[in-house]
């Protein structure tokens, strides 16, 4: 019985050894089974994803940016071309410092610029989705050669093909076109979620900046496989994942007209704007002094860019759209206008000009002693007591006002962005803004343009555009359309649309034309507004600032009388601290619109000035009696 029982107890502890040595072995494979499942399958996607992380790494392909052109789409304002640039993906280089510093040494010297930059520029907040920063564009080929020959000398160092911008006319249209630079930090945070990325060029001024969405196109990328010691072994365009090309450009500009605007206008510091009153087309838009915008481009623009911004001409500000100017007596017309449609005065009422106006204990002198004058000879010679005396019966809202109802004193809306609005002063304003009362002598310097009032140059040429439109402004614009790069298919296309109808009778603009006409024929610009092939109607202006020369200010509307309204254009010119509007503002319009319809080049304009001074003065002779 014993025996039994210990034989019973033995095949027992047998049989528990036995699911011991069995149990182990299972439980090891059962748990080798579940890491294996859990790393293939629960979490395979997942390391399957670091892995390629490991081996592939994405570059981006630029796109190339859209062209800009003229009116004509047949001359190339901003073009590309190929250039290359040099990236560093910072993760790639070597882990020990000294190797790393020794790098960066080396790629300096290749490069030709401080290890300290290549630091900066590897350090940006903006951290690239794609893990690589630009170090330096425009790298000549040689130093990319060397690059690729000693690519294992330089792991991290990258380089690629990158369409770099040019502006073939140079400073020419420097203001309009704009310059387009590499993205910085704020703006890289601003439009991330708009396509853009730290190796993106960007519009920073003019066209390049408002229509930079246009322009830019989209960006691709390559991706690349790489070896365990970071060296690319192939390169890969995914489906999908080609850079497509921005849109074309073409503006209202017309090229040759804007150039002959730059040189009339010369190196006064000044502006000049041209357009068409029938659609609001700006055909140039020149400002002095400008700037080469491909400067920009190249490694040193950092450096251009910041000497220029620290020069006392300020060659950035776009003087015909930002910079603010008292009218002077152009603006006598905006109060002729708000006399004729009030009926508060007709404009055959002669008032009496004694070479000035008394009011309170101040004396506001006429530049002239003009006896009787009505509303035509008013403008025509550009009386300013007749103005003073009419001002103060209409009252200064009212003049405030109807300016307001014309356009001034808020922007033009022009696809150029940056406009400043100008200023038209009036009674609450004043009060508000100055802590004061509204004078007497206040509503006499508004009257000729003076005092508190603000305008820019394109204010003055929409002035002029609503006077020769018969009360109707059109909407100044630069871009004409935009096209595909791929097929050249239109994409937009600007439609003209009014910006102000006045709804005054179209009589009384009659009358202002007609009463500048005889500001060129009979009146200020008599000599200085003389052109032989065409005839127009002007105003000149001089506008006084406290303690400097005059302001030059002359606007024009050409040809005179001409029944077709395609053909007409506006010229509006100011030249800063030049002197009498009349002699220095009207010759630089006069030449510009004797070149243009004339179709002629400058000099040759200037000849035909000659010519018509030379009539003028056998007729004047002849009207006296003179022999000739």
């Not at 001359?75 to 790098?103: C, W």
């Not at 007709?346 to 004396?363: D, M, V």
């Not at 510009?592 to 004339?598: P, Q, R």
């Amino acid at each position: 019985m014993a025996l039994q029982s210990s034989r019973s107890d033995k095949n027992i502890d047998f049989r528990r050894r036995i699911y011991i040595f069995i149990g182990f072995p299972a439980g090891f494979f059962l748990f080798f089974i579940a890491v294996l499942f859990s790393l293939q399958i629960i979490q395979g996607s997942r390391y399957a994803q670091q892995a390629r992380k490991n081996r592939e790494q994405y570059s981006i392909l630029p796109a190339i940016r859209g062209v800009i052109y003229d009116r004509t789409h047949e001359h190339v304002l901003a073009y590309n071309k190929r250039s290359f640039m040099v990236t560093i993906v910072p993760q790639n280089l070597p882990k020990d410092k000294e190797e790393r510093e020794g790098l960066l040494d080396r790629l300096g010297i290749l490069l030709d610029m401080p290890k300290d930059d290549i630091i900066a520029a590897i350090g940006r907040k903006g951290r690239s989705i794609y893990g690589s920063y630009v170090v330096k564009t425009e790298v000549p080929f040689k130093d990319i050669v060397f690059l690729a020959e000693h690519n294992r000398d330089f792991p991290g160092v990258y380089w690629k093909s990158k369409p770099m911008r040019v502006y073939p006319y140079r400073e020419t249209l420097s203001h309009v076109v704009g310059y387009v630079g590499m993205i910085s930090e704020k703006e890289l945070f601003e439009l991330s979620d708009r396509g853009y990325n730290i190796e993106s060029g960007i519009g920073k001024s003019g066209v390049e900046k408002v229509y930079d969405m246009d322009l830019k196109g989209r960006d691709g990328y390559v991706r690349r496989i790489v070896d365990v010691t970071n060296q690319v072994t192939a390169e890969i365009i995914d489906k999908g994942a080609v850079p497509s090309p921005g849109n074309n450009v073409v503006l209202t500009i017309d090229i040759e007209l804007q150039r002959l605007a730059e040189q009339a206008l010369g190196n006064n510091p000044g502006a000049v704007v041209i357009s068409k009153p029938a659609t609001g087309e700006v055909l140039a838009l020149a400002s002095y002094p400008r700037f080469d915008p491909n400067m920009f481009i190249l490694q040193a623009g950092k450096d251009t860019f910041k000497k220029l911004a620290l020069d006392t001409r300020k060659p950035f500000l776009n003087r015909a759209i930002q910079a603010q100017y008292p009218a002077g007596s152009i603006f006598k017309l905006v109060v002729a206008l708000a006399l004729l449609e009030s009926e508060k005065i007709p404009p055959e009422r002669e008032f009496t000009c004694g070479g000035g106006y008394q009011t309170g204990n101040r004396f506001f002198a006429c530049w002239k002693n003009h006896g009787k004058v009505d509303l035509h000879k008013a403008i025509v010679d550009s009386c300013d007591s007749y103005f003073y005396q009419t001002a103060l019966i209409l009252g200064p809202d009212t003049i405030a006002d109807f300016a307001k109802q014309l356009g001034l004193g808020e922007d033009m809306g022009l696809d150029l962005g940056g406009e400043a609005n100008g200023l038209i002063p009036d009674i609450q304003w004043k009060r508000d803004i100055k802590g004061d009362i509204w004078y007497d002598g206040d509503t006499l310097n508004l009257a000729i343009g003076q005092g508190f009032l603000l305008v820019t140059p394109l204010q003055i040429n929409c002035l002029t555009n609503l006077l020769a439109n018969n009360g109707v402004l059109m909407r100044p614009y630069l871009v004409k359309e935009i096209r595909s790069a791929r097929n050249d298919e239109l994409v937009y296309q600007r439609i003209p649309e009014v910006h102000i109808d006045t709804n005054i009778d179209a009589k009384y603009f009659h009358m202002i034309i007609d009463a500048m006409h005889g500001v060129v024929t009979e009146g200020t610009a008599k000599w200085g507004g003389a052109v032989l092939s065409t005839e127009m109607a002007a105003k000149t202006s001089t506008s006084e600032v406290l303690g400097a020369e005059t302001h030059s200010w002359f606007t024009a509307l050409a040809p005179y009388g001409s029944g077709n309204e395609n053909e007409l254009i506006t010229v509006t010119a100011i030249i800063e601290h030049g002197g009498a509007g009349s002699e220095v503002a009207a010759p630089v319009v006069s030449e510009i619109i004797e070149a243009y319809f004339g179709h002629c080049d400058l000099e040759t304009a200037r000849r035909n000035i000659w010519k018509k001074k030379q009539q003028i003065a056998l007729r004047e002779r002849k009207a006296s009696g003179q022999s000739e």
